[in-house]
């Protein structure tokens, strides 16, 4: 992205986007710790806002998109409420999913969020079935599937993908590439080129990108999905980032060989690069301060009101597993 | 009353429901020349290649598409070919398709019915028979039906069509072809059994195949002098409980017969609401059929050796009565 083209009211949005996700990770990280709020696992995506950032600026609410169990930032970049995700990560009324699904099952229909998965690669098929239903109904919308790079060595990959190419559906496959599997370096488990390479053997156009460049991100996100939405067949995006923290919060990640994360930080944050991008463009740090702050505050306050959210109802616990054979009705 | 094969009549079923509502649409392998067993023959000729739908060997992705196609908005029937293949999708099913309502809280719903035809087919093997029916009576979120009849696999397969959960239906392939009247108009709840026979001295419970095998059964057990009741649950989950309690306390005695393994197969979740609720009404010992705990063979007398006759449960209908 050279500055000659750069829009620095875009830059502002994408910059605030990605304060916003990050702020809301290190109070959730906060919470679970400090607080303990969060009772179970949550993954944070810390250093990796820019995939989620870029890619959503560039869709419509009405799109379908499916995460993983590493999904905050995609949830939120894809409009949801702060509020009701720190409420589903606390387990309370009022949280997205009514505090039964917690991180890693996170979804919100109402903003085209069909859900997170805790099962790695599995949402990939289910990403592609989302396309094809869209397909049948004749409906206007494209669909954004993320996965992480270890879902590359499920069989999902390889069916999902196929399944797109076979039916031509209007699906954006996007390899979010953290560099870990978990606690373990993917290019050690991976064989052959890696993801892209095994997209295009599908016959998917794959495209590379540098996915700490937010900037970078929308513009080739928003090629693809225009050329989607034109009746473009089915593409892949993989992004190469870092994750700057563990696999959980509660992950030291002491198996990263040493100075990996610190060089990763100082070089590639995606937030300090473009904060960089602004400060050469002429916004002041004034500014750029601002919208930090701010993001934190509303995070902070995010995480206040859910801690003061009371649990869900106990007569909720039978609710929305059947109609027929309902365990509200029989249990046993 | 049209006289339909137990496969014709679950074709007719998709038909209605495909003409009823445009949102039903069928995938799965081999879909387009009529499916592997000629359940589907015709349909494409009457909707089109893309609702009925010829997917790739991939059974992952045929469900897990399937479900993803539901939460777009449609109503996916998915054919697994053989039950035996659906192993391949146990994810997909399991911890997707079941969970997904309850774990986002109630934003989706998953409306899909999943065919699976199983049971013993004369020499099909290991992979190609098994009747795993009591496993997905073990997840919560699925609706798990076994018809035995033309009519009830007409009218079941409606039923599961039209309702907004996720069902595992669980056709017999042995009995294809089996003839009966079939309504189109009668309308069957799914968790309600059928009493295939009334009788006072002996309860026989069954489901899919095996419950045709227990009405030749109670035939045979009638030239004796014993009037069995029949009863045909034809969905495990739900189940229903209230008519075999009733019959089990008219009748005293209990036979449970099915074609599946009989260790920790649904016979014991029969049995043990009896023993819980109604063993005061009990005159003598329980019986449970099913096939032992082995694995199925390819050779016709060692495949025998797993199956559950008529001959067996009259047998055990008879030793309940002290006969």
Not at chain 1, 57 to 64: A, F, G, H, P, R
Not at chain 1, 261 to 268: G, I, L, N, V
Not at chain 2, 6 to 17: G, P, T, V
Not at chain 2, 79 to 93: G, I, K, N, P, V
Request: charged share 25%.
């Amino acid at each position: 992205m050279g500055q000659e083209n750069f829009d620095p009211k875009r830059g502002r949005a994408l910059l605030r986007m990605m304060e916003r996700i990050r702020a809301f990770e290190e109070q959730a990280c906060l919470a679970a710790e400090r607080d303990k709020l969060v009772l179970g696992a949550i993954h944070p995506s810390i250093g990796q806002e820019a995939v989620a950032t870029g890619v959503m600026s560039t869709l419509n609410q009405s799109d379908y998109l499916l995460s993983t169990h590493r999904g905050h930032g995609h949830t939120l970049a894809k409009g949801a409420d702060p509020v009701a995700m720190m409420r589903e990560l606390l387990g309370r009324e009022g949280g997205c999913c009514g505090g039964k699904g917690g991180s890693m099952h996170i979804a919100d229909f109402n903003v085209g969020m069909l859900g997170a998965n805790g099962v790695v690669s599995a949402n990939i098929t289910i990403a592609a079935g989302a396309a094809h239903g869209i397909k049948l109904l004749g409906d206007k919308r494209i669909v954004v599937d993320i996965f992480g790079d270890g879902a590359i060595n499920r069989g999902p990959f390889l069916e999902g993908l196929n399944w797109a190419m076979v039916f031509d559906l209007p699906i954006l496959f996007i390899c979010e590439d953290n560099q870990y599997s978990a606690t373990t370096k993917t290019s050690s488990m991976t064989g052959g080129e890696g993801a892209a390479a095994r997209a295009s053997a599908l016959g998917l156009r794959a495209t590379v990108v540098d996915g700490n460049d937010v900037e970078v991100v929308a513009d080739v996100s928003a090629e693809i999905c225009g050329r989607l939405r034109e009746g473009g067949k089915p593409e892949f995006l993989h992004a190469l980032t870092y994750r700057q923290t563990g696999h959980t919060s509660f992950d030291p990640a002491a198996y990263r060989p040493e100075g990996e994360a610190a060089e990763q930080k100082a070089k590639h944050d995606p937030i300090a690069r473009q904060r960089d991008m602004l400060a050469t463009a002429g916004v002041s740090e004034d500014e750029l301060d601002a919208i930090h702050i701010d993001a934190s505050a509303e995070m902070i306050e995010a995480l206040r009101l859910a801690a003061a959210s009371p649990f869900p109802d106990d007569a909720t616990v039978f609710l929305d597993v059947q109609d027929i054979g309902s365990p509200a009705v029989e249990a046993y | 009353m049209p006289k339909l094969t137990y496969a014709q009549a679950a074709l007719e079923a998709i038909r209605h429901s495909m003409t009823a509502d445009p949102k039903v649409w069928c995938v799965g392998e081999d879909l387009g020349r009529g499916g592997v067993f000629g359940q589907y023959k015709g349909l494409r000729e009457e909707f089109g290649e893309d609702r009925i739908s010829d997917a790739p060997i991939s059974e992952a992705a045929i469900m897990g598409a399937a479900f993803g196609a539901a939460l777009a908005g449609t109503r996916p029937i998915v054919e697994m070919r053989f039950a035996d293949f659906a192993l391949c999708a146990t994810d997909e099913l399991v911890n997707q398709i079941a969970k997904a309502r309850f774990m986002f809280g109630g934003q989706s719903r998953a409306p899909m019915v999943i065919r699976k035809p199983m049971g013993l087919w004369r020499s099909s093997a290991a992979q190609h028979s098994q009747s795993l029916e009591s496993w997905y009576t073990h997840i919560p979120g699925l609706v798990v039906v076994c018809p035995a009849t033309p009519q009830d696999n007409y009218s079941l397969l409606r039923a599961a069509i039209h309702c907004d959960d996720p069902v595992v239906y669980l056709e017999h392939k042995n009995i294809w072809a089996n003839e009966g009247e079939v309504d189109f108009d009668l309308e069957i709840p799914i968790g309600e059994a059928d009493i295939r026979r009334s009788g006072k001295d002996v309860t026989i419970v069954s489901w899919s195949n095996t419950a045709n095998v227990a009405v030749e059964a109670a035939n045979a057990l009638a030239k004796d002098g014993v009037e069995a009741e029949v009863i045909d649950l034809r969905s495990l989950w739900p189940w229903d409980k209230s008519a075999v309690i009733e019959s089990v306390r008219k009748t005293g005695r209990l036979v449970v017969a099915h074609e599946s393994v009989s260790v920790g197969g649904f016979g014991a979740e029969v049995v043990a609401t009896v023993a819980e609720t109604a063993a005061d009404a009990l005159k003598g010992r329980i019986r449970r059929l099913g096939a032992p705990r082995s694995l199925i063979a390819y050779a016709p007398n060692l495949e025998d050796k797993m199956r559950v006759t008529a001959e067996m449960i009259s047998a055990a209908a008879l030793e309940t009565t002290g006969s």
